[in-house]
């Protein structure tokens, strides 16, 4: 189809396409933590959330949906959906694969950003991207985790938690 200038848009290739995603959970006392797919049952306070609060695999699926075009974790897995309730978020992950197998379509490569007043995410660096390369059928080197703080500021400063991503995804040709 031409567009309004006459001129026939790209066809869509075979090859890498991106996708962002962005999410943020708060945190209240007595809620367990989990963090890229890792527990931290040393911490006060966990995620609220539909789920377990996972913000980082959430910010990846999105990430991964969206480099796809196959919608958002909203549509694909509603809060109103009780199939989800407290669900383990690598099971989300697991069924967001699944989709892009459909599609033929794999992860090639992801980098996430976590905004954290605590914990320290360097100590389980290496843990979380095994984790996150292991719910994704790619190796870990595929995978990079960084954490910062906000230095105090905002909710990320004690309130809540925030995790950004990017994700390449491949189709095969
Ligand atoms: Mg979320």
Same mark, same amino acid.
């Given at each position: 189809?031409?567009?309004?200038?006459?001129?026939?848009?790209?066809?869509?290739?075979? /090859? !890498?396409?991106? $996708?962002? /995603?962005?999410?943020?959970?708060?945190?209240?006392?007595?809620?367990?933590?989990?963090? $890229?797919?890792?527990? *931290?049952? !040393?911490?006060?306070?966990?995620?609220?959330?539909?789920? !377990?609060?996972?913000?980082?695999?959430?910010?990846?699926?999105?990430a991964?949906?969206?480099?796809?075009?196959?919608?958002? =974790?909203?549509?694909? *897995?509603?809060?109103?959906?009780?199939r989800?309730?407290?669900?383990?978020?690598?099971?989300? @992950?697991?069924?967001t694969?699944?989709?892009?197998?459909?599609?033929?379509?794999?992860l090639?490569?992801? !980098?996430?950003a976590?905004?954290a007043?605590?914990?320290? =995410?360097?100590?389980?660096?290496?843990?979380?991207?095994?984790?996150?390369?292991e719910? +994704?059928?790619? +190796?870990?080197?595929? =995978?990079?985790?960084?954490?910062t703080?906000?230095?105090?500021? $905002? *909710? +990320?400063?004690?309130?809540? =938690?925030?995790?950004?991503?990017?994700?390449? @995804?491949?189709?095969?040709?």
């Open positions: 189809m031409r567009d309004a200038l006459g001129l026939e848009p790209p066809p869509l290739e075979p /090859g !890498d396409r991106a $996708g962002i /995603g962005v999410d943020a959970h708060r945190l209240e006392e007595g809620l367990p933590l989990r963090l $890229g797919g890792l527990a *931290f049952p !040393d911490e006060p306070r966990g995620l609220a959330g539909h789920s !377990d609060g996972d913000v980082v695999l959430h910010a990846l699926i999105d991964m949906l969206g480099a796809a075009h196959l919608g958002d =974790i909203g549509t694909l *897995f509603p809060s109103g959906d009780s989800w309730e407290g669900i383990d978020s690598g099971e989300m @992950v697991r069924d694969m699944a989709r892009l197998a459909e599609a033929s379509l794999h090639e490569r992801a !980098d996430l976590i905004v007043a605590r914990p320290a =995410i360097a100590p389980v660096r290496s843990a979380m991207e095994a984790r996150i390369a719910l +994704t059928h790619v +190796t870990p080197d595929r =995978i990079s985790v960084k954490a703080t906000s230095d105090g500021l $905002g *909710f +990320t400063g004690s309130g809540g =938690i925030a995790a950004y991503a990017v994700a390449v @995804v491949r189709r095969r040709p």
